[in-house]
């Protein structure tokens, strides 16, 4: 078996040829100076979707199912305020069950075009039906079709039977809007801590770190 091919650590040449771009995004020091995290993770967002190729509100979401064995898998941020950050997708899917066994999460940011993450702990609350319904209607109709012909997460027999019970929702749908199923609903991620990292040379990263005070925040500068 062929061993696997790793990148090595840079060398001081790789470092200085890599990180030059990096550098001029990561070197404002008033980041350090922001009294809470929303505001200066909607600013690294705005950044992300300038510079990423694809879905810049990609997140890993991190959750423990009933047995207590963690579980991870990316989603996508559909919206964020001083409440929290929220996503959508099945209730009864794996991730559906493991946050009404244990409704808290995790969430990662990783932006590679900016060598920047964020880091996200928190309880988790459902979203109203009204935010639901708002969201579930701006999506796009196959989209919604696909929502009703989804048994998510359960064994699947074949391609043909998912493509089938598309069809079969296509159909029962065709003369009708397509209403959201009562079993799709979101979840709002309710921040209790949020780190912000940024990649720096010779792995001597800059890490800031709130933590919820009542209705403020403590923040902390952290060692690499």
């Known amino acids: 078996m062929n061993a696997p091919v790793i990148p090595p650590s840079p060398t001081r040449e790789e470092y200085a040829e890599q990180y030059a771009a990096a550098l001029a995004a990561n070197g404002d020091e008033t980041i350090f100076d922001r009294p809470e995290p929303i505001g200066l993770f909607l ?9 990423e190729p694809n879905d810049p509100n990609a997140m890993t979401l991190a959750t423990v199912d009933a047995a207590g064995l963690p579980d991870a ?4 941020l559909k919206d964020i305020d001083e409440r929290g950050l929220s996503f959508y997708s099945n209730r009864e899917s794996a991730k559906g069950e493991a946050l009404a066994a244990h409704p808290s999460a995790a969430l990662l940011f990783h932006w590679k075009s900016l060598r920047r993450q ?7 609350e459902p979203v109203s039906a009204a935010e639901a319904d708002a969201y579930f209607a701006s999506r796009a109709r196959e989209s919604r ?3 009703w012909a989804s048994e998510q997460s359960r064994p699947l027999d074949s391609r043909g039977a998912l493509e089938a019970a598309v069809a079969r929702e296509t159909a029962r749908f065709a003369e009708t809007d397509v209403p959201r199923p009562e079993r799709w609903s979101g979840w709002r991620v309710i921040p209790d801590s949020v780190e912000f990292w940024r990649d720096r040379p010779f792995r001597l990263h800059d890490r800031l770190r709130f933590e919820r005070a009542g209705a403020d925040w403590t923040r902390t500068r952290l060692w690499p």
């Open 43 to 51: 600013d690294w967002l705005a950044d992300a979707r300038a510079t």
């Open 73 to 76: 898998r990316i989603v996508l």
């Open 118 to 124: 964020v880091r996200v702990r928190g309880t988790v």
């Open 145 to 147: 079709i696909g929502a």
